[in-house]
């Protein structure tokens, strides 16, 4: 037996010598397999931050570097990706000039192709988070929209919790909350277990208030697209008789929301409150639907079902208003936004070329009755629109998408517009390289908000959501912040903490400015 198993030994080390030579049979041995890379100049940050840490243009900033004085006359300096003129260079000191136009950002020496990481360096300017805002860790899903009301905001979304403070057994945070005007928690609003994935809100004329969205129930209550809330938040509800197929009598009653009436066939994307405690709602729906509770139990419903194409008119109620938008074809392609002007005016924009039989090239307005408003000078307007904002105060909106002309003029993503519907010219897009715009607002003071994909703006990095002048150019001034990472789909104009003008920003927003962002943020914009 010990023959066997010595021989079993001696048969098998040959073919073990074999598989090794194979699998390096290129190998020398003694040679450093790793060998022909370049080995670590031994250049380092030593310090965390920049000395000062936080810099204007024009200004010296020292950082304190290792191993540098082999390379003196061969670093390249660089704050946020952009060159900065280096003033002076030592073993394990560099000076460097903060250049005119730039934005907060890392440092980097880059020696011999090699690269090296330093601290951040914060460039002063007129727009700046507001560390003194309420919100610390924030919502944990995107806010679509959000509304004053009673000194603080009702915000809406795909969210299921807020600053940590749901346990979905006696607290509920669910696709809508009310927060105070320091960005915390109130408890004078109840939504009961609320609705998951609210895209719009809108305050009614009676003072209740109109949710829409992705949603089939409110507070475990069964509805249809849109729900109408009281001013304390519930859902308001009513009673109902209905077929009892049980042998208890209670199930002969039921109760459901009091606003009978809701979509099929689609989402819906926005709501608005117009004349007559009515509702408008729009979408990508193609039916209103209504449950005839005397053919209903508690278990099964009997929907009676209007074709009803991308907007309708609703009642206090729910109910149809068959007087809007009389024969109604809706859209030959997919909305994308749509607004609401002061006289109950309402422009959709999308993917579309014609509106109840009408030519309208990516954007259409309505009249309050829901007829085409054919005055609306947009001309042959833009192909694929995916935003839409307006502002009231200074009668602009702003469109932006995949285009690159609007009316036959370029326009490369983004075009500001007069209430009229015409272009503004006055406002010209600089170089975004292969960015897209995705939202854009004309504030009270005229400078545009945009936000998009882009990482420079003429030829300068900066970040994704710009500050430019109403003529489209750029003010170191107000573009100093970076990064913005997210994206941006509401904007309100507040105060600051400190009294200064600020803007409220909700979306799918992670961060700014090297802060954290929990989806909704206060800025602060000084003039």
């Not at 307006?390 to 983004?414: D, I, L």
Request: charged share 15%; hydrophobic share 40%; net charge neutral.
């Amino acid at each position: 037996m010990i023959m066997k198993l010595l021989n079993v030994k001696i048969v098998c080390l040959p073919i073990l010598f074999l598989l090794l030579t194979a699998c390096s049979k290129d190998l020398v041995v003694g040679e450093d397999p790793y060998a022909g890379g370049k080995g670590s100049l031994g250049i380092g940050f030593v310090s965390n931050y920049p000395s000062p840490e936080v810099a204007k243009p024009g200004e010296l900033v020292e950082f304190q570097v290792k191993g540098l004085l082999p390379y003196i006359g061969q670093l390249n300096f660089f704050v946020n990706n952009t060159p900065v003129e280096v003033i002076s260079a030592e073993d394990s000191l560099v000076i460097v000039r903060v250049p005119t136009q730039i934005s907060s950002g890392d440092a980097k020496i880059v020696v011999e192709n090699q690269v090296f990481y330093g601290p951040r360096l914060q460039i002063q300017g007129n727009v700046s988070f507001d560390a003194n805002y309420g919100i610390v860790n924030g919502f944990n899903g995107f806010v679509s929209d959000f509304i004053p009301n009673a000194g603080g905001y009702i915000v809406v979304g795909a969210f299921t919790n807020f600053e940590d403070e749901a346990n979905n057994e006696t607290t509920f945070i669910r696709g809508i909350h009310f927060i105070d005007a320091n960005g915390r928690s109130s408890s004078s609003m109840n939504f009961g277990k609320g609705a998951y994935n609210i895209n719009s809100i809108a305050r009614m004329s009676s003072g209740a208030f109109v949710v829409g969205g992705a949603i089939s129930s409110f507070n475990d209550r069964e509805v249809y697209g849109i729900a109408k809330l009281l001013p304390s938040g519930r859902l308001d509800t009513m009673v109902v008789d209905v077929i009892n197929t049980t042998e208890f009598p209670q199930n002969s009653l039921d109760t459901v929301s009091s606003f009978n009436g809701g979509v099929t066939g689609g989402s819906v994307l926005k709501v608005f409150g117009v004349a007559d405690d009515k509702v408008i709602a729009v979408g990508n729906f193609t039916r209103h639907l209504k449950i005839d509770y005397t053919y209903s139990s508690r278990e099964t419903r009997r929907p009676i079902l209007t074709s009803a194409r991308n907007i309708v008119r609703l009642k206090s109620d729910g109910t149809l208003d068959s007087t809007y938008s009389y024969n109604h074809e809706g859209a030959n392609g997919a909305i994308a936004d749509a607004v609401q002007m002061p006289d109950d005016k309402i422009v959709l924009v999308g993917t579309f070329s014609r509106f109840n039989g009408k030519a309208a090239p990516g954007i259409v307005r309505l009249h309050a009755d829901g007829t085409v408003d054919e005055s609306f000078a947009i001309g042959t307007g833009a192909a694929r629109i995916q935003s839409i904002s307006y502002n009231p105060q200074v009668k602009k909106f702003v469109v932006t998408g995949s285009f690159t002309t609007f009316n036959g003029t370029t326009a490369n993503g983004v075009a500001v517009l007069n209430e009229t519907g015409s272009k503004d010219g006055g406002f010209v897009l600089g170089d975004i390289g292969a960015g897209v715009p995705t939202y854009g607002y004309v504030l009270n003071n005229g400078k545009v908000l945009l936000d998009g994909t882009f990482e420079t703006y003429n030829g300068v990095p900066r970040s994704n959501l710009l500050v430019l002048e109403a003529n489209g150019s750029m003010l170191q001034l107000y573009n100093s912040f970076s990064p913005f990472s997210g994206a941006l789909y509401k904007v309100v104009e507040t105060t600051s903490s400190l009294g200064n003008p600020a803007l409220l920003l909700g979306g799918a927003i992670f961060g700014f400015d090297g802060h954290r962002a929990g989806r909704l943020i206060r800025v602060e914009i000084k003039n």
